[in-house]
């Protein structure tokens, strides 16, 4: 059973354009990260959201806490090839476990 | 930063042989440490949680006596894939987690098995 629904699951852009990535889930977390993963490589934390409703920006990257701490999305501006690769979210369960969604593979053309 | 190793990095070898991969905190001590199995285009399966000093709880449907891990140290935990076989090849993952701070894992760079 997949608790995080990762949507979409594909993503094609010509740089420079907007994108926007969700995280949804009916159980609650935590806490929600994003990753980040290149071919080949493990997963590279981007951030960390724990409160609800709660935004967070890293330079071209907004990430956002729902209010009931059961969604996330990422949005990505203007986007650029090095943003290429495989986007994460993931929910953090008792245990520090995490809870993966299906990931979202993004390419961005040049 | 807290930086994880994972040795080897890839390994090729004949179905039915076993095969040892070893994840290393090198700046920190990590009283947990996590393996993930992900397939090709796929998002990290989570297999077993392993804390130092004791025995390993798996997930669900993960074979215990098929997937050997040990955690004798707060810096290196090992996962010995045993008699493997061609439908085990895979991209193997492990996270450590910094003592005393929850919700912080670092990840290792993977090891990619390929069972012929």
């Known amino acids: 059973t997949q608790l995080l629904e990762q949507s979409p699951q594909f993503l094609s852009i010509q740089e420079g354009e907007n994108l926007t990535v969700y995280c949804n889930s009916s159980s609650v977390f935590s806490s929600l990260q994003w990753y980040r993963q290149e071919p080949g490589e493990g997963p590279v934390l981007l951030v960390t959201v724990v409160t609800g409703g709660e935004v967070k920006k890293l330079k071209r990257l907004t990430f956002q806490f729902g209010d009931a701490r059961k969604d996330s999305s990422l949005h990505i501006t203007a986007a650029q090839p090095g943003d290429t690769g495989l986007y994460l979210c993931?929910?953090?369960?008792?245990?520090?476990?995490?809870?993966f969604g299906a990931g979202t593979i993004l390419r961005v053309k040049s | 930063g807290a930086v994880v190793s994972q040795h080897p990095s890839w390994v090729i070898c004949k179905s039915g042989t076993s095969v040892k991969i070893e994840c290393r905190s090198l700046?920190?001590?990590?009283?947990?440490m996590f393996w993930y199995r992900q397939f090709p285009k796929q998002s990290l399966m989570l297999m077993a949680t392993s804390n130092e000093g004791s025995k390993a709880t798996y997930e669900q449907g993960v074979e215990k006596d098929k997937f050997l891990i040990n955690h004798a140290s707060l810096t290196l935990s090992t996962l010995t894939v045993t008699s493997a076989h061609p439908e085990d090849s895979s991209f193997y993952i492990c996270?450590?987690?910094?003592?005393?701070?929850?919700?912080?894992?670092?990840f290792g760079p993977g090891t990619r098995l390929l069972v012929l």
């Open positions: 996270s450590a987690q910094v003592a005393g701070v929850a919700e912080t894992q670092y």
């Open positions: 700046d920190f001590q990590a009283t947990t």
């Open positions: 993931a929910g953090v369960k008792y245990g520090n476990k995490l809870v």
